[in-house]
Every structure is written in structure tokens, then in C-alpha cells.
């Protein structure tokens, strides 16, 4: 009888305790792991400790225990997450837009310029049930985010004589878009959030490989003919990118 079958089910967390608070670990296993790791994301807050399929629960506790300093350090370090609610202060096209719900009746989110109770600057106006709120104003992001990629496709197709075959939002972690060998453009739709110009270099990027799927020397030349701000927006998604993702 195999040791996998020998053992009992892994737990999903852990957890340790630091200066009176617990922290909460996500434990995986990994066939192709050869020793214990321990992450933090910068992006989201999660914890997560990876194991070898033959190493024991208990070792994974005691290392992770040894750790707890370590890991309540890189969580402070993480941004505090802004949720969608009402009075949140959101980047929109990298300017700050706080969150109105202007009545509780279904009816359509919208900006609106410096309105909302007397205080100052544009406002995402919501009117729903304040419990929709944050579906409400996630919606919203992601259609705004699928007109400004689409224009933003449209823009550089004839420049490419290419077109993508279906353009896609998801909300990844790793990466900010992909092309695959089909033709199709996958984005996140959190580069709303960010400057028109990141959002522009990014479909620049992934179109660029409708020509060219790799990263060659006649890639890179490809796109910087194509986007006057490759390494603007290289810069700022390395300072702000991860910063998108404490929104919602």
C-alpha cells in the first residue's frame, strides 16, 4: 500500500499564532517540489506553503511556526485591501473616483463630475440595494475595461493588418494579458484601474504576437513601432501594478 494511501488528508491550512494573532496558511502539495517553500502574495495578502508529496504535516507546522515572524512581516508590507462600497476612494483610468450610491432603486452606474453630497472630484454614481453595490461597480469596471480594449484593438488591427479571433476579461494574478496560438486576447480587467497609456501598451503587447509569438529581438522592435510608451508603461505596472489588485 502506497504512503499517499497511508495518510490521512491534508488539512487546507494551518495556522500559527504571532504576537497574540493567528495567521491563517494555505497548504499544497507539489509532486515536483523538493523541499518545503512559504509565499506571501504582495497582491492579495494569501499565505500559501507548498510541500513534497512525502513530507509530513507536522513538519510542514513546526517550519511554518518557525516562520510566523517572517510571515506577519511580509503581511504588513501588503496594501490594505478597498472594497467596493460606498465612500471608497477607486482608481478609474488612474484617476481617484469615490463610490456614490445616490438612491437604493435599480438603475444604471455612471460617472459623474465632482457631484455626491458636496464633495469634491468624479464620482462612480451606483443606484441598487447597498448589498449590490460591489457586483454593481465590478460590472461597471469590466465593461468599461472591455470598451476601452476593444477601441484599443481596433486602433492598432489595421497597423497590423491582424485581427485577434475574440478578446476575453479575466481577473488573473500573474499576468495582465495573453495571446494564444489561436489568435485569442485574454485581458484582466483590472488594467481599467490603471492609466489609459498602460492599458494601450498592454493590447500593443499582446497584439504584437498575432505577428510575432515570442519575445525576439523582432518583437520587441514590432511593438516599440507600434506603442510610443513601451517602457513608460513597463515602469509603472513595476511601481502600481500590484497595487491593482487590493481593489474589491
Known amino acids: ?12 491550512h494551518l495556522e500559527v499564532q504571532h504576537e497574540g494573532a493567528s495567521l491563517q496558511i494555505a497548504l499544497r502539495r507539489r509532486p515536483t517540489a523538493r523541499r518545503i ?7 492579495t495578502g494569501e499565505v500559501v506553503i507548498t510541500l513534497p508529496s512525502r ?7 513546526r517550519f511554518a511556526t518557525s516562520h510566523a ?15 467596493f462600497v460606498p465612500d471608497a476612494i477607486l482608481p478609474l483610468r488612474g484617476e481617484p473616483h469615490r463610490v456614490h450610491l445616490r438612491d437604493t432603486r435599480s438603475g444604471a452606474v455612471r460617472v459623474e463630475g465632482g457631484q455626491g453630497e458636496g464633495q469634491g472630484g468624479p464620482v ?11 457586483r454593481r461597480v465590478r460590472d461597471f469596471f469590466t465593461r468599461e475595461a472591455r470598451r476601452d480594449l476593444t477601441e484599443a484593438v481596433e486602433r492598432y488591427a489595421p497597423l497590423l493588418g491582424q485581427r ?13 494579458g495573453s495571446c494564444t496560438a489561436r489568435g485569442e486576447l485574454n485581458f484582466s480587467w483590472r488594467l481599467i484601474l490603471a492609466p489609459p497609456m498602460v492599458l494601450d501598451y498592454l493590447v500593443a503587447h499582446e497584439m504584437a504576437h498575432l ?29 502600481n501594478g500590484t497595487s491593482l489588485h487590493r481593489y474589491g
Not at 37 to 42: E, F, Q, Y
Not at 55 to 61: D, E, G, I, L, R
Not at 69 to 83: C, D, K, N, T, Y
Open 55 to 61: 513530507t509530513a504535516v507536522n513538519t510542514a507546522q
Open 1 to 12: 500500500m502506497s504512503f499517499a494511501l497511508l495518510r490521512r488528508p491534508d488539512p487546507d
Open 124 to 134: 462612480i454614481s451606483v443606484s441598487c440595494e447597498p448589498a449590490h453595490v460591489p
Open 164 to 176: 485577434p479571433v475574440r478578446i476575453t476579461l479575466r481577473d488573473t494574478r500573474s499576468r495582465w
Open 69 to 83: 515572524g517572517w510571515i506577519a512581516a511580509r503581511l504588513a508590507r501588503v496594501p490594505e485591501r478597498v472594497l
Open 211 to 239: 505577428r510575432e509569438m515570442n519575445h525576439s529581438a523582432r518583437y520587441w522592435a514590432l511593438l516599440h513601432s507600434l506603442c510610443p510608451n513601451v517602457d513608460a508603461a513597463e515602469a509603472w505596472l513595476k511601481r
Open 37 to 43: 517553500t512559504l509565499r506571501v502574495s504582495a497582491a
